[in-house]
């Protein structure tokens, strides 16, 4: 059973403003793009179990000529708020390494 650690050859978190963060995932390959890019295991349902998001409101855009995929999902609260732990949303890309692509 593959996880996305074993299929990504670098992913990254970032915010998208104050209010959505975005997740780019880079494959290692076009076969990986190809078989995981619309998987639904890397679908809306993964970032609602994660990250809370609401999964209606899960954006993915694919990129082909790069091999990666964007995925971006708004934030439970805005960023700075008083229980912030990660401003820039740099460290959430982590839960997801783990991730189940079977």
Do not use: C
């Amino acid at each position: 059973m593959p996880e996305l650690r074993d299929v990504a050859r670098h992913v990254r978190s970032k915010n998208a403003g104050p209010f959505w963060v975005t997740i780019d995932i880079f494959f290692k390959d076009e076969a990986d793009f190809d078989l995981y890019a619309q998987s639904p295991a890397l679908g809306p349902e993964l970032f609602a179990r994660l990250y809370g998001a609401d999964p209606t409101l899960v954006k993915r855009v694919a990129v082909r000529s790069l091999n990666v995929l964007k995925v971006s999902y708004p934030r439970i609260q805005p960023q700075g708020w008083r229980g912030e732990r990660d401003m820039h949303q740099g460290q959430s890309f982590a839960r997801l390494m783990g991730a189940d692509l079977t």
